[in-house]
């Protein structure tokens, strides 16, 4: 499965940006859509995801209460709306995605993922 990520870009302090992430394939079906990201020198970190069969999504403690996440089940589509961004947000943004029922508890797992999209990077100037 392909995916394709955008709605990154250059936004100052207390900014905003919309991320997306879908399935180049119309016909691909995964369970469950994540996004994760990555800052120069650091892991990569679970920032949200969704489980479409469940209608449930999930954010990480350390973006709650300024990221939201969405999807469009019709078109196997997550979004993250990014408010009130700071510079230590500033990292490539990856969306995965897997055909398995993952637990809430692996979700975080990057490695639980068989599928990832090329990144997008969000710059979050002070």
């Known amino acids: 499965v392909q995916l394709q990520a955008s709605g990154g870009g250059l936004v100052q302090t207390g900014g905003s940006l919309r991320l997306s992430c879908a399935p180049s394939?119309?016909?691909?079906?995964?369970?469950?859509m994540a996004w994760f990201r990555q800052a120069p020198g650091k892991e990569r970190e679970y920032v949200a995801a969704?489980?479409?069969?469940?209608?449930?999504?999930y954010l990480a403690e350390s973006v709650k209460g300024r990221f939201t996440v969405s999807r469009d089940n019709a078109k196997k589509t997550l979004y993250l709306q990014m408010n009130s961004l700071e510079p230590e947000d500033t990292a490539v943004y990856y969306c995965?995605?897997?055909?398995?029922?993952?637990?809430?508890?692996?979700?975080?797992?990057?490695?639980?993922?068989?599928?990832w999209g090329q990144g997008t990077q969000v710059t979050v100037s002070s």
């Open positions: 995965a995605s897997t055909r398995s029922a993952l637990i809430v508890s692996n979700l975080h797992n990057s490695g639980a993922y068989e599928s």
């Open positions: 969704t489980r479409f069969s469940f209608g449930s999504v």
């Open positions: 394939s119309r016909t691909s079906s995964p369970t469950t």
